[in-house]
């Protein structure tokens, strides 16, 4: 069963949430920058949203299906193994800009909240750990696919591609300039030299 459509309020509601949290952080805003923002009554927000860290839930979801949508769209007509395996820190240069080096929203919620126990962490967790998934499933497929890569430790590379984007992302965001993620293409590269 598919979900019901978000009403226009709601998808208003949400984009604002996206738009602020992602720009300001959880703590820093208040549910009320949320209603001026989306242009709705405080009735309406508590309708859709009856507590902030639903609302927080609400734009880790929305986050989490625009970020698959644009990964998909960028691998979808790749027609070789190697291309998929160089496709996903290419992506990940791209999403660097456009989020004008404020950082992975996902990570960047997982420094804010402490309790491992919170919701907003298991969605955190839950897109990250998709993507750590997508990593190993095109090692994999370059593994399988030639005897010019039958040599790779697919965990062992899989974890140095994460390891390589979770740090550019970083190290992007702290310098404000692109040479950690192009230092990390390279190093991506250079995990299939035998």
């Known amino acids: ?13 949400v984009s604002a949430a996206c738009d602020l ?5 959880y703590h820093s805003t208040s549910v009320d920058q949320v209603i001026a923002a989306a242009g709705v009554s405080k009735p309406t927000v508590y309708s859709y949203f009856p507590r902030k860290e639903d609302l927080c839930l609400g734009y880790l979801e929305e986050r989490t299906r625009r970020e698959f949508k644009m990964m998909d769209s960028s691998m979808r007509n790749l027609k070789t193994p190697r291309e998929r ?3 996903i820190i290419r992506h990940v240069k791209k999403r660097i800009k456009s989020w ?6 996902f990570m960047n919620m997982l420094a804010e909240i402490p ?10 967790k839950r897109y990250i750990d ?17 005897t010019e890569h039958a040599h790779l430790d697919v965990k062992a590379v899989a974890d140095a591609y994460y390891l390589l984007i979770a740090g550019a992302i970083s190290t992007c965001q702290e310098c404000r300039e692109d040479w950690p993620i192009d230092r990390a293409i390279e190093s991506v590269e250079m995990l299939l030299k035998k």
């Open 130 to 146: 998709a993507n750590r998934e997508l990593i190993v499933s095109v090692v994999q497929e370059l593994k399988d696919s030639s």
């Open 100 to 105: 004008e080096y404020r950082g992975c929203g």
């Open 21 to 25: 949290f992602y720009k300001q952080g």
């Open 85 to 87: 395996y160089s496709a």
């Open 1 to 13: 069963m598919s979900p019901r459509p978000k009403s226009d309020a709601q998808e208003r509601i």
């Open 115 to 124: 309790d491992p126990n919170s919701p907003i962490v298991a969605i955190s």
